[in-house]
């Protein structure tokens, strides 16, 4: 299984790309926000990868950030969900607006994405509420836990909804306040100011 691919950027197109390494080129469908980030034609380029293995085909799916190959394995769990409209979610949608959606049960948010309507924009935000949480505060799918410790913003989100477990709240609606509160807050906020803020989520 191809986990990772580094070479030379051969060519992109709308949904794709081709990555030279050591002469071999290989295809791979990329989201608009990882093609977004891709160098010129020629330099150098690494993608995290997603092997897709079907009887009649072999499919790469490659992405700038881990957090999104992460979430990509996430909504393809969901039923109705293939590698296409995940990849569409994510091209409209960051990881982090994915997370808030998911905490806020913000179903009008997903449906910005080519083929996800309500029935299936609710469909995904109901499935993925309690998996969401599992993603952002501990190890994302595939990732050490020392690596996910590295990511920015992850430590305040972890230690607000650690906290809220501790007076009682259940993970998931502590995962939803605590989302609420970094995203209205920033990441740069200290611990104690996300909790005060956090609660007031809660009692809301």
Known sequence: ?????????????????????????????????????????????????????????????????????????????????????????????SPDEILQAIAAQDKALMTRADGVGPKLAARIVAELKDKAGAVAIGAPIGVSNRDAANESGKAPLQD??????????????????????VSKLGDTATVDILIKAALRELAA
Request: charged share 20%; glycine share 12%; proline share 1%.
């Open 1 to 93: 299984m191809i986990a990772r691919l580094k070479g030379l950027l051969a060519e992109s197109g709308a949904g794709f790309a081709v990555i030279d390494c050591g002469g071999v080129g290989y295809l791979v469908f990329c989201s608009v926000r990882t093609l977004s980030r891709m160098p010129s034609r020629g330099e150098a380029i690494q993608l995290h990868v997603e092997t897709h293995v079907r009887e009649d085909h072999i499919h790469l799916y490659g992405f700038s950030e881990v957090a999104e190959k992460d979430w990509f394995r996430l909504l393809t769990t969901v039923q109705g969900v293939g590698a296409k409209v995940a990849l569409a979610i994510l091209s409209v949608l």
């Open 160 to 181: 607000t909804v650690s906290a809220l477990v501790n007076l009682g709240y259940g993970r998931s609606e502590a995962f939803g306040a605590a989302s609420k509160a």
